[in-house]
């Protein structure tokens, strides 16, 4: 299995026509995503041509709306390529269409915006007083469940399907990660984002990856400011019961500055990766300090087995 995203999942293309958008597209079929479509209300009734997977044309069209492209192709799941200071009515226009699953890619994006479209989400809940629009991102990869279905730019040739999950902050360290470990490969790969603001969270994957039968193990990627890390250990501790490796970014990094990600934020010992490293280490996580090291310690808990 896989958590999210399968290769049943019908996608559409919020910002389809614009250079990204085409660009993404053209590799998330490739990749054998179930591209139906796109959303431009500037272009509207037109057409976008591209490859399917195995290099037969196909014309997607392009819809006015989330609500009417939903409706015509029977999408579940919409990626967003719209430029920053678009994407909050975007995300919004997703949520109000209550389209399950929305990523949202672009980065960049002002901090109140996100806020004020992840209340949106948090506002419209279903029966189980879940949001009914599961938002990843934004500013990250995306989701990839490999050999199935990509919804994001992770390159879909790094690693195969396998029994590993992974929850990253970090797009490049998702990249790593998994190349690091294409001999035991992935049931599904999620970038988070990096960003103050963001839809699905690390203890929102590690519960779907501890559901999901067919993951063995799970590795997480953290880094340095916040305390996001922290509230998973916890959550490790009280809910996880697979074997959990971690990997925290920034232990070099200067206190009291900011450091890439608009998250990473270090004040004093809060939020710095040796903290991290402890508070993920009180929960029996194995953490390493480089990514081929704690692939490594993925490894040896196979080979244990």
Not at 66 to 91: L, Q, R, W
Not at 147 to 173: C, Q, R
Not at 220 to 226: P, S, T
């Amino acid at each position: 299995m896989s958590i999210f995203l399968n290769k049943d999942s019908k996608v559409i293309v919020q910002g389809i026509t614009g250079g990204e958008g085409t660009k993404h597209t053209a590799r998330m079929l490739a990749a054998g995503t179930q591209v139906m479509g796109g959303v431009n209300a500037r272009k509207a009734g037109t057409t976008v041509s591209h490859q399917d997977k195995d290099g037969n044309a196909v014309e997607l069209p392009v819809y006015g709306s989330v609500s009417e492209a939903m409706k015509e192709t029977g999408a579940n799941a919409s990626i967003v390529f719209v430029p920053p200071a678009f994407c909050k009515d975007a995300v919004i226009e997703a949520i109000d269409a209550e389209i399950p699953l929305v990523v949202v890619i672009t980065e960049g994006i002002p901090v109140q915006d996100s806020a004020e479209f992840w209340a949106h989400s948090q506002a419209n809940t279903g029966a189980d007083g879940k949001p009914k629009t599961r938002i990843i991102g934004p500013n990250c990869p995306g989701i990839i469940s490999p050999e199935e279905s990509l919804l994001g730019i992770t390159p879909a040739n790094i690693t195969g399907k396998g029994k590993l999950g992974l929850v990253s902050k970090s797009g490049t360290l998702t990249y790593q990660m998994m190349y690091e470990l294409r001999d035991l490969g992935f049931t599904t790969a999620i970038g988070i984002g990096g960003d103050p603001v963001i839809g699905t969270t690390h203890i929102d994957a590690l519960e779907a990856f501890e559901a999901d039968p067919e993951t063995e193990a799970i590795v997480m990627i953290g880094e340095i400011g916040g305390d996001a890390e922290e509230r998973a250990a916890d959550f490790i501790k009280a809910n996880v019961t697979k074997p959990v490796v971690g990997y925290v970014a920034g232990f070099t990094a200067p206190e009291g500055k900011t450091m890439g990600h608009a998250g990473a934020i270090v004040s004093g010992s809060s939020g710095t990766a040796q903290a991290k490293k402890e508070a993920l280490e009180a929960a029996g996580v194995k953490v390493g300090k480089t990514p081929s090291e704690t692939a490594q310690l993925m490894r040896e808990i196979f080979d244990g087995k």
